[in-house]
């Protein structure tokens, strides 16, 4: 999503105009009047055959560029917005499309904006025209959509047929090869984290640059891999760390053209004095920001721009005790107890876009860790959601 936070307001509006010239994602139409809306098929379209995005109408643009004053545009008296767009794109797209519409109150009296978003679509390509014309998003703010080449219809196509068996299987594919390696055996707790395109329908780079990439975040501090620790998988690059003492965890990472970001690794134990063990769950908040970090310079590098799918999960984990927040200094807060799992796995996920994974991080983050550690909360008192947030905002 380009805008991030609801309600939409007059403010994110021009916010976005800052940020955002026309093309793959953004488009501007000064006005709604007949000229738009016989354009409105071919653009919500090309959004729907592309990554998504969103049509601001109320914004003049020049050669893509939105030039001010950004004040919206007059409407006719009493037209229903949302029923008018809705209309004319189930007449006059196959298979149809519904974006999302929103009117806008501009601070210009009498002025509206209308912001209509269409996410990327499972049952793409969408034709147009009596069927006839297919049209994709170039980013090219001059002529942001053009009309799609036969092979990219063909893939499309293969799309429809199969939106989310490339994902699977590359996930599959990533577990198995973690698990055969034995860099992270599945007979102790051990946790999962994910990054991958919701529609993974084409590389977004190849394999040398999927092992470049991963090679650099050696030398930039990073900490998601450690050097000298790459092996080559197909459609890809591998990291693999055996445990070579209790306290370093075992570890597998791996990277795929199709922009996969995988990772499995074995929970640090610790135990305080004479308790029980417990898992350390600092290792699972740290490999969630990194790898996310990680996928978020991946995707800006290969000019990614569409909604991905972030998992986590924890596994080997009944009985188990993990506190996710600080233990009270006086003793008053809850016991170890209160942070016992009693399933043997528990498993988050969120669909967001690239945009959301950078710019609302810590919400993100914060929302994945918090169902996760909702599983160890044992304790009568509320969720201590507010400080697993500031933990997270710590770390970040």
Not at 70 to 89: H, M
Not at 277 to 289: T, V, Y
């Amino acid at each position: 999503m380009i805008f991030l936070e609801r309600p939409i307001t007059c403010q994110h509006i021009r916010d976005v105009c800052a940020r955002f010239n026309e093309g793959l994602r953004v488009e501007y139409k000064a006005t709604f009047d007949a000229s738009v809306r016989a354009q409105l098929p071919k653009i919500v379209s090309s959004f729907a055959n592309s990554q998504g995005g969103v049509l601001v109408v109320g914004v003049r643009a020049t050669n893509g560029v939105p030039q001010p004053p950004i004040d919206g545009f007059l409407p006719a008296p009493r037209e229903e917005f949302p029923l008018t767009v809705e209309n004319i794109c189930l007449q006059n797209i196959n298979p149809p499309v519904l974006p999302r519409t929103e009117v806008v109150q501009s601070d210009v009296a009498n002025h509206v904006f209308l912001v209509i978003e269409t996410d990327e679509s499972a049952e793409a390509p969408h034709a147009i025209e009596n069927s006839t014309k297919v049209y994709v998003r170039t980013g090219n703010a001059s002529n942001p959509y053009e009309l799609a080449e036969v092979d990219l219809i063909v893939d499309l196509l293969q799309r429809r047929r199969e939106p989310l068996e490339r994902r699977d299987r590359l996930l599959t594919s990533a577990e198995r090869r973690s698990d055969q390696a034995q860099a992270v055996p599945r007979n102790v707790p051990y946790l999962q984290v994910s990054v991958c395109p919701q529609f993974p329908r084409a590389p977004l780079c190849s394999s040398s640059n999927a092992w470049d990439f991963l090679l650099e975040t050696t030398h930039r501090g990073v900490g998601l891999i450690p050097a000298n620790s790459m092996k080559r998988v197909p459609d890809g690059v591998a990291s693999l760390t055996y445990s070579q003492a209790p306290r370093v965890p075992a570890q597998y990472v791996e990277l795929s053209k199709y922009g996969l970001l995988y990772a499995a690794r074995h929970f640090s134990l610790f135990r305080e004095g004479d308790g029980p063990e417990q898992l350390h769950f600092s290792g699972l908040l740290q490999i969630l920001l990194r790898l996310t970090a990680a996928a978020d310079r991946f995707y800006n590098t290969c000019g990614y721009r569409g909604n991905v799918l972030v998992r986590a999960s924890v596994h080997g984990v009944l009985v188990r005790y993990m506190r996710f927040i600080p233990a009270d200094p006086y003793g008053f807060g809850p016991g170890l107890d209160d942070f016992r799992c009693f399933t043997d796995a528990v498993t988050a996920e969120r669909l967001l876009s690239v945009d959301e994974l950078r710019l609302r991080r810590v919400d993100v983050l914060t929302e994945i860790l918090s169902e996760i550690a909702w599983a160890f909360w044992q304790s009568n008192q509320n969720f201590p959601a507010a400080q697993l947030r500031a933990q997270v905002q710590g770390l970040i």
